[in-house]
């Protein structure tokens, strides 16, 4: 029975594509690869490069959903060394980057709403619950995220 426990844990976490579980900075780093994931098969959509189907973009909007609702959990005092791209502004602004959290938040929970149970209907359904979405990768990364360039 334990080893079964285990096996199922093991599953869950490989699921998720959490290689190091209790480091709270891959595991903010593997939210966010989900969540690009869903952002690049919504801009195939967009683009046309996939054609539209209602339960992939229902897919798409209830992942930036789940990282949504976790992401806020994965910033404890002490993670901004490391290997990790986040900014120190984080923990100098840990209201302001909560506030960016409610509202990626705030807008994956209309997309879900918007979503309904089978999807949106068609494309321009689509794009208008998702855009907002979207927004808040740009906007949290200006100002959370120490960018590459
Ligand atoms: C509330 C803030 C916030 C929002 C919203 C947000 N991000 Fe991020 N993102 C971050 C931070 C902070 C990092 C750096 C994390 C680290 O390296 O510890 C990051 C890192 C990333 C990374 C690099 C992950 C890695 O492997 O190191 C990708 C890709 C990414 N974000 C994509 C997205 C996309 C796509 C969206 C929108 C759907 C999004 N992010 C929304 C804050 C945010």
Redesign the pocket.
């Known amino acids: 029975m334990k080893r079964l426990a285990i096996s199922v844990s093991a599953l869950l976490f490989t699921m998720v594509g959490v290689a190091a579980a209790d480091d709270p900075?891959v595991v903010?780093?593997?939210l966010?690869?989900a969540?690009?994931a869903?952002?690049a098969t919504s801009a195939g959509m967009m683009k046309g490069e996939i054609e539209y189907n209602p339960t992939v973009a229902k897919a798409a909007i209830a992942t930036?959903y789940g990282?949504?609702q976790a992401?806020?959990d994965y910033?404890p005092e002490g993670?901004q060394e490391g290997?990790?791209?986040?900014?120190p502004r984080?923990w100098e602004d840990m209201e302001g980057?909560q506030q960016?959290?409610a509202?990626?938040q705030t807008d994956t929970a209309a997309a879900v709403q918007a979503a309904g149970e089978d999807g949106p209907a068609d494309l321009a359904a689509f794009q208008q619950a998702i855009q907002p979405?979207?927004s808040?990768?740009k906007?949290?990364?200006e100002d959370?995220?120490?960018q590459d360039n």
Request: proline share 0%; net charge negative.
């Open positions: 900075i903010r780093q593997s966010m690869q969540a690009a869903s952002a930036l990282v949504s992401y806020g910033f993670t290997d990790s791209d986040a900014s984080i980057f960016a959290i509202d990626f979405v979207l808040n990768c906007d949290c990364h959370f995220r120490i």
